[in-house]
């Protein structure tokens, strides 16, 4: 199977011997694997090829896994036949680097897992994922537990993988076990500025963020916060008195306004000062997960970023295609944290990104086993929190952004560029030579129907808030290095393999 040939990030000189050890045994091209391309040389030809200065016609010629060069106008014919692969006019992309995905591996593989998540990312034309630090028993707020996540991880993944460290109380003042987590390989830290909802990953305040930007200065790595601040924690009681329908998901919308994300923000901004240039933990970064309020805490965000701060700030899919006022009663497949708000606001957050100031979009992928859902209850104040959405988001975000005129290169910048730099993945997120050969080939008019029929390689594909809906763009190809990793045949290949994904 091909997933031998996937990595762990990070790639460099931070892990220990062992790991780059199978990174470099792994790498080598092999035909006895079905999704090994049969050659280490090869052209992916197109009409549409993302490159950063612009869509253009040509080939991408990669070599041993990475990209050696773009020819521009080049035609089949001028290439050596049988090395070259023609996607005619479909669009030749980065691989998405997906930021922001629970995997919950090791302990809670019930709810999703390596194997299962990263063939989902291959599937969507995501060619490196970041997991983050909590959902997994243990949560990775340490080197031992980082251990544990990597060990994990090892023969499942299907796409580069890297990962999150947790920041949290009973780390952040200890800086030995703060720079032993960060020496062990872990991509930056996140906290949460509320309760996280799982017992060994607590909420941070502004004095462990501040203390922990100190420590990540020096490794010039992110701080990655959940913000929204719990303003009044006896307001969700009176709603648990029966006083509100908990099927209602208005219901569950008031127990998360918009008031919650601004209060954690400014608080944030507070320390956000410390990341400016001269600053006292320069060098270190800030960056808001999944904004919900393109509102007021928004407007926060643009002020802090005009003083200087390092500062940059996430959405995802699900806030930009479903609005608050199309949930049905009951249907907690929508339910996560901070809500999906109104349609009002949705438009707001397609403005922002369209004009930047949003930075870059990440899935959230955030599932958990169906009962936790309570599918068949319906109470939003109950159910477990997240949305299920790994293998949709390129057509997700395509599907509802081309009403809003989004381009291919905007795509490629919120979804490749952008987030591999926050991950500091240097060699990821753009189609240019000397970079990995990490592409996703798609067809944007392709539409299709999240039904029964379609395969999904999520866990569980009941509970994702995407089944049922009509989507376009197609992903035909997923390119890593020197593999196909989806779908698992490749021409030349075709015959002899039958471990296809
Ligand atoms: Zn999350």
């Known amino acids: 199977m091909e997933f031998l040939r996937s990595r762990i990030l990070p790639l460099l000189s931070l892990l220990a011997s062992f790991l780059l050890l199978y990174i470099r045994t792994s790498s080598k091209p092999s035909n006895s694997l079905c999704s090994l391309l049969p050659h280490d040389e090869y052209w992916i030809l197109s009409k549409r090829i993302v490159t950063p200065e612009g869509v253009t016609s040509g080939a991408v010629e990669v070599k041993g896994g990475t990209i050696v060069s773009v020819v521009e106008g080049v035609q089949a014919g001028e290439l050596p036949q049988g090395n070259v692969v023609d996607y ?46 909590l959902n997994s028993v243990p949560s990775t707020v340490s080197e031992e537990t980082l251990r544990l996540k990597v060990d994990a991880a090892q023969q499942k993944i299907y796409v580069d993988v890297g990962f999150w460290g947790g920041l949290v109380p009973e780390n952040a003042f200890n800086k030995t076990a703060l720079e032993g987590l960060l020496n062990a390989g872990v991509l930056g830290l996140k ?225 490749s560029e952008r987030p591999a730099k926050l991950a500091g993945q240097d060699l990821k997120g753009a189609i240019v030579s000397g970079n990995h050969a990490d592409i996703v080939v798609w067809e944007p008019d392709a539409e299709f129907e999240l039904d029964e029929n379609h395969y999904v390689h999520h866990k569980h594909r009941n509970i994702s808030a995407y089944m049922g809906k009509r989507l376009s763009g197609k992903v035909l190809a997923t390119y890593q290095n020197s593999k196909k990793a989806f779908p698992g045949t490749v021409a030349g290949c075709r015959n002899h393999c039958d471990k296809a994904l």
């Open 88 to 133: 005619g006019d479909a669009v030749v992309m980065p691989g998405l680097v997906d930021v922001h995905a629970h995997l919950d591996e090791p302990g809670k593989e019930e709810w999703e897992g390596f194997s299962s998540g990263t063939k989902a990312a291959a599937a969507g034309g995501i060619t490196t994922l970041i997991d983050m630090p």
């Open 191 to 415: 906290s949460f500025m509320c309760p996280s909802g799982i017992n060994d990953f607590p909420m941070t305040d502004k004095n462990h963020i501040k203390e922990g930007l100190q420590t990540l200065a020096k490794y010039k790595r992110p701080l990655l916060v959940h913000a929204e601040l719990q303003l009044d924690p006896d307001s969700s009681i009176e709603l648990n008195d029966g006083l509100e329908n908990p099927q209602s998901y208005m219901t569950y919308l008031k127990t998360r306004p918009t008031s919650m994300e601004e209060a954690a923000i400014k608080e944030l901004l507070d320390v956000a000062e410390d990341t400016k240039l001269g600053g006292t933990a320069e060098g270190a970064h800030l960056h808001v997960v999944h904004l919900s309020d393109a509102q007021t805490s928004l407007d926060l965000i643009k002020e802090a970023k005009s003083r200087g701060a390092s500062l940059t700030v996430e959405t995802c899919p699900h806030y930009l295609a479903f609005s608050a006022e199309e949930i049905q009663d009951g249907d907690t497949r929508y339910k996560c944290a901070p809500p999906i708000r109104d349609a009002a606001n949705k438009e707001k957050l397609w403005k922002a990104l369209n004009e930047e100031h949003i930075d870059m979009l990440s899935s959230d992928h955030s599932p958990s086993a169906p009962e936790l859902k309570l599918l068949n209850e319906g109470d939003f104040l109950r159910a477990w929190g997240g949305i299920s959405s790994l293998q949709f988001v390129l057509p997700a975000t395509w599907s509802y952004g081309r009403r809003y005129g989004i381009t291919l290169n905007q795509l490629a910048s919120w979804w």
